[in-house]
């Protein structure tokens, strides 16, 4: 199949009078793992809102796995998912609970089993059995990325993946997306405020700033176009590219 895991073309979302994206058009190819980058309020929560389907565009077509997002979105809701630490589960729920709600949405088959394999895989097994609200942040994100993979995704979308996380679980955390994204051949877009992870991980990176997209290109490609001599620079350069300077 030759058409794009995501495909965007002139995207828009207007809140009142603020332009939040602004006539964005991006494709995203088929097992890639693609970084959205952008300072607070440059568009990228939005976008990702409109991908899930959550908020509906005041104009554009989102194209997701051939499917049209806004005709057809269940189709595609089905292979996809979605973790962010600042969308939290149910708080009484245990984790175990948790992840059999979402099992159980996405038509889980042998749900237990596919539970059992990811509490392994992401070490949560000790804590399984605890009500979520007992976790620390970090034991969270791990159960929020458990819950994005419980219907292996062929597109998952990723925010903020290391959050809260110490240096060596956040880096183990980036082996394990990067080892399944070769084992499943999924599609990841992932949005951080990270640059040493994106650098790892991303093969492509989209830059949005003030609701429209500024760069599109591999991490070393914009390192070398920009000048510096890593993705924190450019990611700098870009950002305050758009402020005006006041003497």
Known sequence: MSHPAIHVSQLTKVFDSTRAVDDISFSIPRGQIVGLLGGNGAGK????SMLLGILTPTS?????LGFDMLTNRHEALARMNFSSPYVDLPQRLSVWQNLTVFSHFYNVKNHRQRIRELAADLEIES???????????????RVLLAKSLINTPDVLLLDEPTASLDPDTADWIRLYIRKYQQQSGA???MASHNMVEVERMCDDVIMMRSGRIVAHDTPQALISQYGHEDMEQVFLSIAREGRVSHA
């Open 60 to 64: 554009g077509q989102i194209n997701v």
């Open 187 to 189: 599609t990841i877009l």
């Open 45 to 48: 929560t939005t976008t990702i």
């Open 127 to 141: 804590f399984l059995h605890a009500p979520y609200s007992n976790l620390s942040a970090g034991m969270k994100t």
